[in-house]
């Protein structure tokens, strides 16, 4: 097609650039923007099946029993689960809402494991009741979720997640499988957790769980990870546990930065991970199901946050001051988050100058972009969040007394809102009339 390039700023194949302006599939984002108002959240459908099927395709290159898990906390919305129900997919899910929106979704039971560290009592409950596995995070779980079946009656299957003691590149608040970190039982300590399960009356092990973290861009953690995965199934076999399935978690990582970073492929995380993978559960004498449980990987970079700019001042820098900020989008606040950035109307004009991003929200610290050379930027324009999928709307807030904004759905020639925008009578909804006032 004439006019369209997607080599600036290495963009993904669903993003492009025709008549200057961003499109995401074959949708213009500024008249997106316009008709549905900003902020607007933006998701691919062809990209996420895309993104899922080389994962899945990787895998199953090696292996094929493998079951895929979608992270459902990294994008939580119906119609996003929908998809990967469709695709064959289950879901890691953490918390009663996700359990309850992945069975909504049309994901089987059996495809499904409530993970988490801080079960409720009716959390343990709901897993019973539906009939979906449960990964323990410790033996005082693993004794109240006997208790809980004991008193329906019936039995429960369920993992224990085991903490790899390991050292992992990436931010500290999503390293997950440090020795020191909350989730998890240490791998000198699992059999003992193990052997309690195996002597519970209404608990059946059937599988073993690991997460090491989130945003990986090297694969060696993952190596390491399945060798002691499958060396502590080979231990738990030989207790008598029949292990029906290992689960490698999520965490492989994408490039946010697109000129700096890079992130392996799927096929190259199969390639690490694989073989050691192979390797260990032939030693053991096993032949369980491969669990993984992707989120930012397959969804990330399906989504751009468009936000319009209310103003742009010019004291020691120049701030752009937009309609989104850390309400909708946490990421470059909590974890110091790299965000490309395009100006949706202009995306092939040459630079103009640095800008730096500014929310609305009452705090110094809302900058969802710092420094960032753009095209002269001016009142009204659409500017382009990159690879929000992940993390994005999931992790909003109404702080500020800020609706949340709507989030849309591409899929080819079609398009549709999958959540509409709060609104202002939205956020007193929940809020009570005292007696006395
Ligand atoms: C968050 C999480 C994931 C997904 O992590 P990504 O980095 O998005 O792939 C998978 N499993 C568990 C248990 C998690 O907490």
């Not at 030989?238 to 978690?249: K, P, Y």
């Not at 994005?392 to 809102?417: D, L």
Request: net charge negative; aromatic share 6%; hydrophobic share 40%.
């Amino acid at each position: 097609m004439s006019g369209t390039t997607n080599v600036c700023m290495n963009l993904p194949p669903h993003l492009t650039v025709r008549e200057g302006r961003l499109h995401i599939g074959s949708h213009d984002t500024v008249a997106l923007a316009n008709k549905y108002g900003t902020p607007l959240y933006v998701t691919d459908e062809q990209r996420i099946r895309s993104n899922f099927a080389a994962y899945h395709d990787a895998l199953t290159g090696y292996y094929d029993r493998v079951q895929m898990l979608y992270a459902a906390k990294a994008n939580g919305n119906l119609a996003v689960l929908k998809v990967f129900a469709d695709l064959g997919a289950g879901a890691d899910v953490f918390s009663a809402g996700e359990l309850y929106l992945a069975l909504v979704a049309g994901m089987k039971p059996e495809h499904l494991l409530f993970n988490g560290s801080s079960k409720t009592p009716d959390d343990l409950k709901l897993a019973v009741q539906k009939n979906v596995r449960v990964s323990l995070d410790s033996v005082d779980e693993m004794m109240q979720l006997n208790e809980v079946a004991r008193a329906m009656g019936t039995t429960v299957e369920c993992s224990f997640r085991v903490n790899p003691a390991m050292e992992v590149p990436t931010h500290p608040k999503i390293a997950t499988g440090l020795a020191t970190s909350k989730f998890g039982i240490h791998a000198g300590e699992i059999i003992d957790a193990y052997r309690a399960a195996v002597e519970a009356t209404n608990i059946v092990p059937v599988g073993l769980h690991c997460h090491i973290g989130s945003q990986i861009l090297d694969v060696a953690p993952f190596a390491e990870e399945a060798a002691v995965l499958v060396k502590v199934a080979k231990q738990i076999t030989d207790l008598g546990v029949n292990l029906r399935f290992l689960d490698m978690g999520g965490g492989l990582g994408i490039p946010y930065n697109h000129m700096t970073e890079v992130a392996p492929t799927p096929q190259e995380y199969a390639d690490a991970v694989m073989p050691v993978f192979m390797d260990g559960i032939e030693k053991a004498g096993i032949r369980p199901e491969l669990w993984v449980e992707p989120g930012r990987n397959l969804i990330g970079d399906s989504t751009v946050l468009l936000t319009r700019v209310n103003s742009v001042k010019r004291t020691h820098k120049a701030f752009v001051n937009v309609d989104a900020g850390f309400n909708l989008l946490a990421r470059p606040v909590m974890y110091d988050a790299y965000h490309e950035v395009i100006v949706a109307d202009r995306a092939e004009a040459a630079p103009a100058g640095t800008y730096t991003i500014t929310g609305p929200i009452c705090e110094t610290g809302d900058i969802l972009a710092h420094d960032r050379m753009l095209p002269e930027v001016s009142f009204g324009d659409t500017i382009a969040i990159l690879d929000t999928g992940a993390y994005g709307f999931s992790m909003s807030s109404q702080y500020n007394s800020r609706p949340r904004c709507a989030e849309i759905m591409v899929n080819g020639g079609m398009e549709a809102p999958m959540r509409r925008a709060e609104t202002i009578i939205d956020l007193k909804m929940t809020m009570e009339q005292l007696p006395w006032q």
